[in-house]
């Protein structure tokens, strides 16, 4: 018992103290884990939101991207060849697509070649095909230059500035031409590619993001006729009107094929002098046997109008359709300033309006044509207002659809020599009023290689399903 | 005499222990504190940034760039409009301006506080948008140039793209506890949208 009371005497010390200490250093500890667990977790949220703020930053690329494609549409591959009337500096081919020639963003992924580089026999897609190299050149890419797209990373708390670049790849397809020789139909699909590296804050998030868009043409099914209307036809004056001199195609008011067609309608078609006239499409002049409709007329006396369906000219065409507009540019006429016009480069009058001018034209007011684009690069034009006219030397290339803001009536023009090499559409009789010799000469827009490949109704909608998060 | 040698807590061994014991405690529980609470704001921060990516996906997404009765005449941006490009805009009021709406024709996602309130916290988001257009001179566009704001007249039908702007904002649940009115938290994301025709995304795949 001694002992114990010994043992016990000599123990006696700060037990409670150093209890107390040990059980505070395990709540520190214990603390310290929990702080930590804490920190982590706020480094993820800060990764997340700096991710979060890259992906932002890259989708706002995409988008601009688009945007600048859009603006760009018309010179994105236009003919450059340096001389006139090839000679735009402002054309695409001029200088500014690059052959992918490196693995580096955006053809390749740094060090990996993810296809863009398409030289050699690599054969995997997007290469090829899986057995054979189907694009015998690089893809090429233009990167916009700096100040060219806005940058969108300014001003946004918590992130430092990033490194902003978007650029455009597209495949570019054997066969189809190079930069001296412009492809048929060039770049149908850009890939926009939006890269988003840490700029000053090497903390700050990167991503890359790509964005495919595919053109589309405004235009759906243009008539393969000089003049259609739903309405009443007329010539006047010496009116010569040439068809289509390759009318190899069946024609799709089902009459057969091989038939050149000179007018169309929904209605009648007078020709009210004996010097108008229809004419072999691929004659020099509109005489003799050369006037196809006279020929006609005199041909069939059945037709108590003189005109019938088997020759080249259709009249009263049951299959006409009830909204010509739609039937072009396949967008309902209720919808055409909705959808066309706000695409449409919107002018008042035609007087701006130049040889060089191409593109799709929304005229609100009367149009009077002195001399619009050229065969390699037509002119659009939807005239709302009154009145279309052609000066006695008018030149015109391209279609023109009057539509005299949806309502009937209006007029059309035309004397002296005037030419207008394409179309002329209208839902509804104009007033036609024609003196001297004008002319009419279909030419077709959509497979002639200068014309399909002037970008010159065309827009980039995205791919749906184009989108990914990697080059 | 034995009672002499009995063992027992002296009260100045108490004393100490209960000292170190109090400072050490407080230390701990202030660290503690200071930890929930930065967690916490960072947890905010997230919620509040996907509020914001949130208000970005919802304007993007628009029905029609432009809306037209059947003359071609553009319908104002009021409530019962279709959702169109044209009318993303920086909200006076949450009528006609951008987003998508619900059957009763409001918001689904209104500018100003958001009801209910996400763990007892109340984010407040507003966005601004700034119209963005590229030069054209008369005869058309002037290509290979970057887009200016504002747009110099003849004004668009719409503009080229927007720079939409989303601003977050809330009072942080820690220091709003402790009454700091001045306590905001902010965040912003900014991004852009450009006029694209989902009618035409639609044809390209026919």
């Given at each position: 018992m001694y002992t114990t009371f010994h043992t016990m005497t000599r123990q006696r010390g700060a037990a409670t103290l150093v209890v107390a200490i040990i059980l505070l250093l395990a709540m520190t500890m214990m603390t310290f884990f929990g702080v930590r667990v804490g920190v982590t977790e706020q480094r993820i949220a800060a990764n997340d939101m700096r991710a979060k703020q890259a992906l932002a930053v890259a989708e706002a690329l995409v988008e601009n991207g688009i945007a600048y494609l859009d603006h760009n549409k018309a010179v994105i591959s236009k003919p450059f060849?340096?001389?006139?009337?090839?000679?735009?500096?402002?054309?695409?081919?001029?200088?500014r697509w690059q052959s992918?020639?490196?693995?580096?963003?955006p053809c390749g992924y740094g060090t990996t070649?993810?296809?863009?580089?398409?030289?050699?026999?690599?054969?995997?897609?997007p290469c090829g095909n899986?057995?054979?190299?189907?694009?015998?050149k690089p893809w090429l890419f233009y990167m916009p230059p700096a100040g060219q797209i806005a940058p969108v990373?300014?001003?946004?708390?918590?992130t430092a500035a990033y490194t902003e670049s978007v650029s455009f790849v597209t495949p570019n397809k054997p066969?189809?031409?190079?930069?001296?020789?412009?492809?048929?139909?060039?770049?149908p699909e850009i890939h926009i590619i939006a890269n988003v590296t840490p700029g000053a804050d090497p903390l700050a998030g990167s991503a890359v993001i790509r964005q495919i868009v595919q053109d589309f043409s405004l235009l759906n099914n243009v008539p393969r006729v000089p003049i259609a209307s739903g309405g009443v036809i007329e010539l006047k004056g010496g009116t010569s009107v040439y068809g289509d001199?390759?009318?190899d195609r069946l024609f799709y008011t089902s009459l057969g094929s091989g038939m050149p067609l000179s007018l169309w309608s929904g209605s009648g078609v007078t020709?009210?002098?004996?010097?108008?006239a229809t004419c072999q499409?691929?004659?020099p002049n509109c005489t003799g046997t050369n006037k196809l409709s006279s020929r006609l007329s005199s041909a069939d006396p059945k037709k108590p109008d003189g005109l019938?369906?088997?020759?080249?000219i259709v009249a009263n065409?049951?299959?006409?359709?009830?909204d010509l507009f739609e039937h072009i540019f396949g967008v309902r006429d209720t919808d055409a300033v909705r959808i066309i016009k706000t695409r449409s480069t919107v002018l008042?009058?035609?007087?701006?309006?130049?040889?060089?001018s191409s593109g799709l034209f929304w005229i609100t007011g009367s149009c009077s044509i002195g001399s619009i684009g050229s065969q390699k690069t037509p002119a659009i034009l939807v005239v709302d207002g009154a009145e279309v006219s052609m000066v006695a030397s008018g030149v015109f290339y391209g279609i023109i659809y009057?539509?005299?803001?949806?309502v009937a009536g209006g007029k059309v023009t035309l004397g002296g020599s005037a030419v207008l090499h394409g179309g002329l559409a209208a839902q509804f009789a104009p007033e036609y009023t024609m003196t001297g010799n004008p002319t009419f000469r279909y030419l077709d827009f959509s497979s002639q290689r200068p014309t399909r490949r002037n970008v010159f109704a065309k827009g980039f909608a995205k791919v749906p399903g184009g989108w990914l998060d990697q080059l | 005499m034995k009672n002499v040698h009995e063992g027992g807590f002296s009260l100045i061994e108490v004393l100490i222990t209960l000292v170190v014991l109090a400072v050490g405690l407080v230390a701990l529980a202030k660290f503690q504190g200071t930890a929930i609470e930065s967690g916490s704001l960072a947890k905010e921060r997230a919620v509040a940034a996907h509020l914001a990516q949130q208000k970005l996906d919802d304007l993007r997404n628009?029905?029609?760039?432009i809306e037209t009765d059947a003359l071609g005449v553009v319908i104002a941006c009021?409530?019962?409009?279709?959702?169109s490009y044209r009318c993303?805009?920086?909200?006076?009021?949450?009528?006609?301006?951008?987003g998508n709406k619900k059957a009763d024709f409001t918001?689904?996602?209104?500018?100003?506080?958001?009801?209910?309130?996400v763990s007892n916290v109340t984010y407040n988001r507003t966005w601004a948008v700034t119209d963005f257009c590229f030069p054209q001179t008369a005869a058309g566009k002037t290509p290979n140039e970057p887009a200016v704001t504002?747009?110099?007249?003849?004004?668009?039908?719409?503009?080229d793209f927007k720079r939409v702007t989303v601003t977050v904002t809330w009072m942080d649940l820690e220091q709003r506890k402790k009454g700091q009115a001045d306590a905001v938290q902010t965040i912003v994301l900014r991004s852009i949208i450009s006029a694209s025709d989902p009618f035409y995304s639609g044809r390209i795949l026919e």
């Open positions: 060849t340096g001389t006139a009337p090839d000679n735009d500096p402002h054309s695409w081919l001029n200088g992918c020639a490196s693995t580096a963003v070649n993810h296809g863009y580089v398409c030289t050699g026999l690599i054969s995997a897609p899986g057995t054979t190299n189907i694009y015998d990373s300014d001003n946004i708390i918590y066969n189809k031409g190079t930069a001296a020789v412009p492809p048929v139909d060039p770049f001199p390759n009318p020709i009210t002098s004996a010097a108008a499409p691929a004659a019938d369906n088997v020759g080249d065409d049951g299959k006409f359709p009830l008042t009058n035609c007087d701006d309006l130049t040889s060089d009057f539509r005299n803001d949806g | 628009y029905e029609v760039l009021n409530a019962t409009a279709r959702v993303i805009a920086t909200p006076a009021t949450n009528v006609g301006g951008g918001l689904i996602l209104p500018s100003g506080n958001i009801d209910p309130p504002p747009c110099p007249a003849p004004a668009p039908a719409f503009p």
